[in-house]
Every structure is written in structure tokens, then in C-alpha cells.
């Protein structure tokens, strides 16, 4: 079996609990004896037994372990199902039922549609619901009204970094530009937080003022028509973008999502407003705005970790490893495996134990096929394999250790070039005039 590195020693045992049908069964005949055959690799029989006492439901100690035991067992079983698609594309050279070229274009046609009418739907609703502000002055259609404006601006934040992203350019971004994406996201998701908290303020104010305007219930009817339409043309609009996997178009979708709930607060709190009283609507508005930003500061949250390099979980790390034993014959060891995100899709580090007297070439090539092979799964954006020859060595990438800011600023004032360079030299460090470089009391770091 292969050695799977230190880093990630133990994410790859979840390979080894599945019990092996026989003695060699898990390997094919002589021309393949080296692959791991998944039709080989099998799981033991367990049935699930549902306890139907009461006295076992309420007291029974062994729910625990029955309920641990069948997350186990759901596990090895998604497990080798991730076997079985790896097994498929290792025949096929893509995953089963994956979309043709053809069908990814009209899906981004489908896409770019979404997001145009979303646009077009926030920009005239927005119209609509300042009409429904202005006609009630209630608290909480104001704060579903500016959640409105907010939408178009940030769709304009999210259409530009689709735009942006469609444009390639290997010079001045050569990993690409889907970094842009979550970006974008964050940037949303801020701006609708922001407002969430200025909506706050003003509803405390209104709360604690002296003096309280009534509503205007002359045109209630109005209203409630607007308000009515506006949630319902959201809540189709919701739909219709969940059925994407588009980050930008799946964003569209959540804040449809937050409009249908702030459009049905503010419209009930306003008309509560009006036939009992005046507190119920700045409550509305208090209760929109703590929704807005615990939401979208999930969302903050979410795409910021999806930026620093999270790490892929075991199990998607164990169908890589899958994959590679599997490419190709000469492979001996598999010492490391990585998978951490850096955008929306996963970048890949491998590295391969190839034998020490192979030709360059040879080893080139099957570094090459594997890189590319990892790179037709559509959650890897990037691969890098590392060939080597043997696995004893200790890990050539180290985490380079954060220095002292204080002086690295130190530093790189002593390196800024003066305005005048002087005759003398102090202590702190001068420029010397004859060769323009920097002469420094300071230790290099």
C-alpha cells in the first residue's frame, strides 16, 4: 500500500477499515496487480435495528454508540462510493455524467440570464417599494426599502466580478482571476451587514425618542399590495437561482432569500403598527437588522475561510489519494497529499516516489499526466506534483516564521534612499554616496 506522508498521515485511514473481500481480492489479475481494485474492497454486514421500547428510547446508554456505529458505517459507505466515481474516471478520463463543452455554455448563458433578470427585478422593485415608504413612513418598509438599494448596488459588485473574471489575463494574474469571486461576495456581504446596523441605530432612536409619529393608514391597501408582490416575484427569483452551483448566482439566491423574510417582517410589522401599535414597527426594523447582519456576517465568515488555505476534508483526501496510486505503475510511494482552497475550488499538492533510475523523461511525463488528470475534477482549480525518489527526507516547504514588524519597518527605513546623502555616517545607518547602497548598524534579519 502507499506511504502517505506526515502531514496527512492520517487521512487515509479511513482506506484501511474496509474490510478486504479475501486474501488478494482487492487487487486485480497479473496485468494490474499493482491498482487497488474497488470491486474488491467490500464492507461487513450490519443491519440497523430500530428499538422500539420506550424505556430504551428515554433511558437506553447504547443510543450513543448505535447512533456512532451508523455514522461510521454512512461514512465508509459515501467512502467507497467516492472509490467507485474515481474508478470511473480513471476509465472514462472525465466523471460520469459530467457536462460537454456545449452543455457548460449554454449553463453560463443560463447563468449570465439569472443574473441579468435579478438586476432588472431588484432595480423596478426598488422603485416600487420607495413608493410604499413614502406612502406609509413606516420604519421597517424603510429598512426593507434601503435593503433594495443595497441589492442593486451590490449586484453591480457581483456582475463586475463576473465580468471581471471572463477576461484572462496570464501576465498580470497567471493563476486566474476566480479569487474575485468570493471577493466579491465578501465586499456584499459587508455592505448588507453595514446597512443591518445603521437600521439598528435608527430603530433604537425611534424606540427611546419622546415624541412618536403615526402611520399613514389611508393607503394600507397599497401596501400591502406592493409589499405582497415584491415577496412573491423574490421568492420565484429564489428558486430560480438555487437551481445554479454558481457561487454568484447561489449569492443572487440568498439574498432573494433575506428579501422574501425582510419584505414579510416589514409588511406585517407595519400593518401591526397601524391597528395596534406604533412600538410593533421599530421592533420590525430592530428584528430585520439583527437578521441582516448575523446572515451575512456568516457569509463574511464562510468566503473568508475559503481564502486562507482550509484545509480539504480526510475523505476528499483519501479519493486523491485513490486516484494517484492508481495513475500510473511506477508510482511506489505516495508521501504527501494536500488539498486546500484558495477561492471557491481546491489547489492540489502532490508529491510522488518514483524509481531512482527511471529516465527524466519518463518521470516528466507521468508527473505531467497526474497533474492534468487532477486537474478535469471540477473542484481542483490547480495541481503541482512533485516527483522524488525516495520519502526519509523531512518536508522541503516549511511555514516561514513571522518576524518582528517593528523591526522589519526598522529595516526597510534604513534601505529607503535619502533625499541628500550626507558626508557623515550615523549610527543608524547612511548612504553612501559612491555605490548608492545602504550602510546599516542594523543585523540582517
Request: glycine content about 4%; charged content about 20%.
Amino acid at each position: 500500500m502507499a506511504f502517505l506522508g506526515r502531514e496527512a498521515a492520517g487521512d487515509i485511514t479511513e482506506m484501511s477499515s474496509l474490510a478486504i473481500a479475501g486474501e488478494n481480492s482487492a487487487v486485480g489479475s497479473s496485468s494490474s496487480s499493482w491498482r487497488i481494485n474497488v470491486s474488491g474492497l467490500q464492507l461487513p454486514e450490519w443491519t440497523k435495528r430500530e428499538d422500539q421500547t420506550l424505556v430504551s428510547r428515554v433511558f437506553g446508554a447504547s443510543m450513543g454508540k448505535k447512533s456512532r456505529i451508523e455514522k461510521y458505517y454512512n461514512k465508509q459507505e459515501k467512502l467507497l462510493k467516492d472509490f467507485t466515481e474515481m474508478e470511473s474516471f480513471i476509465e472514462l478520463g472525465c466523471l460520469e455524467g459530467a457536462p460537454t463543452e456545449d452543455e457548460l455554455a449554454a449553463l453560463a448563458r443560463l447563468e449570465r440570464m439569472a443574473i441579468n433578470i435579478s438586476n432588472m427585478a431588484n432595480l423596478l422593485l426598488f422603485i416600487a417599494k420607495v413608493y410604499a415608504s413614502i406612502s406609509s413612513r413606516s420604519l421597517s418598509v424603510i429598512a426593507s426599502t434601503l435593503d433594495s438599494l443595497l441589492d442593486l448596488l451590490s449586484g453591480f459588485i457581483l456582475w463586475f466580478t463576473s465580468h471581471a473574471m471572463k477576461k484572462p489575463n496570464q501576465y498580470r494574474y497567471p493563476i486566474g482571476k476566480k479569487r474575485m469571486q468570493p471577493v466579491g461576495i465578501i465586499v456584499f456581504a459587508s455592505v448588507m451587514a453595514t446597512l443591518g446596523f445603521q437600521v439598528l441605530l435608527e430603530s433604537g432612536q425611534r424606540l427611546l425618542a419622546s415624541s412618536h409619529s403615526s402611520l399613514d393608514s389611508s393607503k394600507i391597501n397599497w401596501i400591502i399590495g406592493i409589499m405582497t408582490s415584491v415577496t412573491a416575484v423574490k421568492f420565484v427569483l429564489m428558486i430560480y437561482c438555487r437551481s445554479f452551483k454558481n457561487e454568484i448566482v447561489r449569492a443572487y439566491a440568498q439574498d432573494h432569500l433575506f428579501d422574501v423574510i425582510t419584505n414579510s417582517i416589514g409588511l406585517a410589522t407595519a400593518v401591526l403598527a397601524i391597528k395596534v401599535c406604533w412600538w410593533i414597527d421599530p421592533v420590525g426594523a430592530i428584528l430585520i437588522a439583527l437578521y441582516t447582519m448575523s446572515t451575512w456576517a456568516r457569509t463574511v465568515l464562510e468566503n473568508v475561510c475559503s481564502l486562507v488555505g482550509r484545509s480539504a476534508p480526510p475523505d476528499y483526501l483519501a479519493k486523491l489519494t485513490y486516484l494517484i496510486w492508481n495513475h500510473h505503475e511506477e508510482i511506489k510511494h505516495i508521501d504527501t497529499v494536500r488539498a486546500y482552497t484558495f477561492g471557491s475550488h481546491y489547489f492540489v499538492e502532490v508529491d510522488i516516489v518514483l524509481p531512482g533510475n527511471m529516465l527524466l523523461s519518463q518521470a516528466h511525463d507521468i508527473g505531467e499526466s497526474l497533474q492534468e488528470k487532477l486537474e478535469l475534477l471540477p473542484e481542483v482549480e490547480r495541481a503541482f506534483v512533485h516527483v522524488d525518489f525516495e520519502f526519509t527526507h523531512r518536508p522541503e516547504h516549511k511555514t516561514k516564521p513571522i518576524r518582528d514588524p517593528s523591526l522589519m519597518l526598522e529595516l526597510l527605513m534604513c534601505y529607503m534612499p535619502a533625499s541628500k546623502p550626507s558626508s557623515t555616517s550615523e549610527s543608524t545607518g547612511s548612504l553612501d554616496p559612491s555605490t548608492d547602497a545602504c550602510v546599516c548598524a542594523l543585523p540582517c534579519l
